[in-house]
């Protein structure tokens, strides 16, 4: 034949069919059909009989799981309903699963988040969800058999949608249970923070103190001191300060805008309090300025702890270092009342600082290098690089602008509060 008229004889007839295999699609949706009838009949049967469905499960999980089976000694009646509910969203899927699918959802995100807001381990959940898929299918199976032993090889061909709908409800569970578990982190851990906090402002209410020592992980009636930190960190780190802390050792670490507070656990072994109680805690960084305040008993007066500390830190020198409120009581009175030290220091200091600034630096340099070597002027002149003659003449000066004697005791006292109020305030 000629191509032309081959083409014109192809285009008349179309294309030759292809033809289609045994049990193609048409068999398959067939199949489909009455695998369908046959699951839609026996999960009716089980929707009726779902009291002892639920009875099996109960039993199963009893005798499988510890977690469930302690549910149980607490709540029996609460467990029974929660399963037989799970159950019935899962027949009641097997015949509409559109129209039953999101309270089946539903169904099972409550589960994980009840069970999360109860403990139950998240094993234990998903191993009772794929109890309850494997309880169902053998209860298919066996209605069938016994209706219908005929049918039963159809069950194979919605198997799939069977497990299928269990995997779903397992990752839906557990996606709850750990949404929920987040959830609950987070409200301890606030909750943590926020009686943390009361303690250190001293707000704690008595009937919270039960509590507080029981989130922080520090006795009721234990001895604390507050250590103060700030500084050797980039400011936008957040969470808590990083402390090694050796073992033995109780801290609570209370992260802060500027200031990071812990909570230290004191032994008795020396109840005058003499002792470092925070020798073992690594805080030493680089520009970190740290103080630490006096030992106080009980959770009640972490506060005081807390004011303490303050106290000490404030007296840090700006490039770094620590400062021991007991080790510094003098100059923690002068700081402790900022208002009264000024007046001091502007008192006794006053004609001294009105002096040009120059000739000022030198007698004040003078004053306190005398004070810091006990009263020597030779070891002052050797700290100041000059003669203890020269030392002894400003000494002289000083007294005669002040109006006190460094030989009185009393006017020593002032001189030195004075020198401490200008160094710590201005």
């Given at each position: 034949?000629?191509?032309?008229?081959?083409?014109?004889?192809?285009?008349?007839?179309?294309?030759?069919?292809?033809?289609?295999?045994?049990?193609?699609?048409?068999?398959?949706?067939?199949?489909?059909?009455?695998?369908?009838?046959?699951?839609?009949?026996?999960?009716?049967?089980?929707?009726?009989?779902?009291?002892?469905?639920?009875?099996?499960?109960?039993?199963?999980?009893?005798?499988?799981?510890?977690?469930?089976?302690?549910?149980?000694?607490?709540?029996?009646?609460?467990?029974?309903?929660?399963?037989?509910?799970?159950?019935?969203?899962?027949?009641?899927?097997?015949?509409?699963?559109?129209?039953?699918?999101?309270?089946?959802?539903?169904?099972?995100?409550?589960?994980?988040?009840?069970?999360?807001?109860?403990?139950?381990?998240?094993?234990?959940?998903?191993?009772?969800?794929?109890?309850?898929?494997?309880?169902?299918?053998?209860?298919?199976?066996?209605?069938?058999?016994?209706?219908?032993?005929?049918?039963?090889?159809?069950?194979?061909?919605?198997?799939?949608?069977?497990?299928?709908?269990?995997?779903?409800h397992c990752t839906l569970v557990a996606d709850?249970?750990?949404?929920?578990?987040?959830?609950?982190?987070?409200?301890?851990?606030?909750?943590?923070?926020?009686?943390?906090?009361?303690?250190?402002?001293?707000?704690?209410?008595?009937?919270?103190?039960?509590?507080?020592?029981?989130?922080?992980?520090?006795?009721?009636?234990?001895?604390?001191?507050?250590?103060?930190?700030?500084?050797?960190?980039?400011?936008?780190?957040?969470?808590?300060?990083?402390?090694?802390?050796?073992?033995?050792?109780?801290?609570?670490?209370?992260?802060?805008?500027?200031?990071?507070?812990?909570?230290?656990?004191?032994?008795?072994?020396?109840?005058?309090?003499?002792?470092?109680?925070?020798?073992?805690?690594?805080?030493?960084?680089?520009?970190?300025?740290?103080?630490?305040?006096?030992?106080?008993?009980?959770?009640?007066?972490?506060?005081?702890?807390?004011?303490?500390?303050?106290?000490?830190?404030?007296?840090?020198?700006?490039?770094?270092?620590?400062?021991?409120?007991?080790?510094?009581?003098?100059?923690?009175?002068?700081?402790?009342?900022?208002?009264?030290?000024?007046?001091?220091?502007?008192r006794v200091l006053g004609p001294l600082l009105?002096?040009?600034?120059?000739?000022?630096?030198?007698?004040?340099?003078?004053?306190?290098?005398?004070?810091?070597?006990?009263?020597?002027?030779?070891?002052?002149?050797?700290?100041?690089?000059?003669?203890?003659?020269?030392?002894?003449?400003?000494?002289?000066?000083?007294?005669?602008?002040?109006?006190?004697?460094?030989?009185?005791?009393?006017?020593?006292?002032?001189?030195?509060?004075?020198?401490?109020?200008?160094?710590l305030l201005r």
């Amino acid at each position: 034949m000629h191509p032309a008229v081959r083409t014109r004889a192809m285009i008349r007839t179309g294309p030759t069919p292809v033809p289609q295999p045994r049990g193609g699609r048409r068999g398959r949706s067939l199949i489909d059909a009455d695998a369908l009838v046959v699951l839609h009949r026996a999960a009716r049967s089980l929707l009726d009989d779902l009291p002892d469905l639920t009875e099996r499960l109960v039993a199963l999980l009893r005798d499988q799981e510890t977690a469930y089976r302690t549910a149980m000694e607490g709540d029996y009646a609460g467990t029974w309903q929660e399963v037989h509910r799970s159950l019935r969203h899962s027949v009641l899927s097997l015949l509409d699963p559109r129209g039953n699918r999101d309270a089946a959802r539903r169904c099972s995100w409550q589960i994980g988040v009840r069970r999360a807001e109860q403990g139950l381990p998240l094993d234990a959940l998903l191993h009772a969800f794929r109890l309850g898929g494997s309880l169902v299918w053998q209860r298919l199976v066996e209605e069938t058999s016994r209706t219908a032993p005929e049918d039963v090889r159809l069950l194979v061909h919605v198997a799939t949608d069977v497990w299928d709908f269990v995997d779903e409800h397992c990752t839906l569970v557990a996606d709850a249970y750990r949404q929920a578990e987040r959830q609950l982190a987070w409200r301890r851990e606030n909750r943590v923070r926020l009686l943390a906090a009361a303690l250190l402002d001293g707000t704690s209410r008595i009937a919270d103190l039960p509590e507080a020592a029981d989130a922080l992980d520090l006795p009721e009636h234990g001895r604390f001191v507050v250590v103060a930190v700030t500084g050797g960190r980039p400011a936008a780190a957040a969470g808590a300060r990083t402390v090694a802390v050796p073992p033995g050792t109780r801290v609570h670490w209370h992260p802060g805008g500027e200031v990071d507070y812990g909570i230290v656990l004191v032994g008795d072994e020396d109840p005058e309090g003499d002792e470092d109680p925070v020798q073992a805690l690594d805080l030493s960084a680089p520009g970190s300025r740290i103080g630490i305040g006096n030992v106080v008993s009980g959770l009640a007066t972490v506060g005081d702890a807390r004011r303490l500390a303050d106290l000490a830190l404030n007296m840090c020198p700006p490039g770094g270092g620590t400062i021991r409120l007991t080790e510094h009581l003098p100059e923690a009175l002068v700081v402790s009342c900022p208002e009264l030290g000024a007046t001091l220091a502007d008192r006794v200091l006053g004609p001294l600082l009105r002096l040009e600034p120059a000739d000022r630096d030198v007698l004040l340099d003078t004053l306190s290098a005398w004070l810091t070597c006990d009263g020597s002027a030779q070891r002052a002149g050797e700290r100041l690089y000059c003669h203890r003659n020269t030392v002894l003449n400003r000494l002289r000066r000083c007294e005669q602008l002040t109006g006190r004697s460094l030989a009185r005791p009393l006017d020593v006292v002032e001189i030195s509060l004075a020198l401490t109020a200008r160094r710590l305030l201005r």
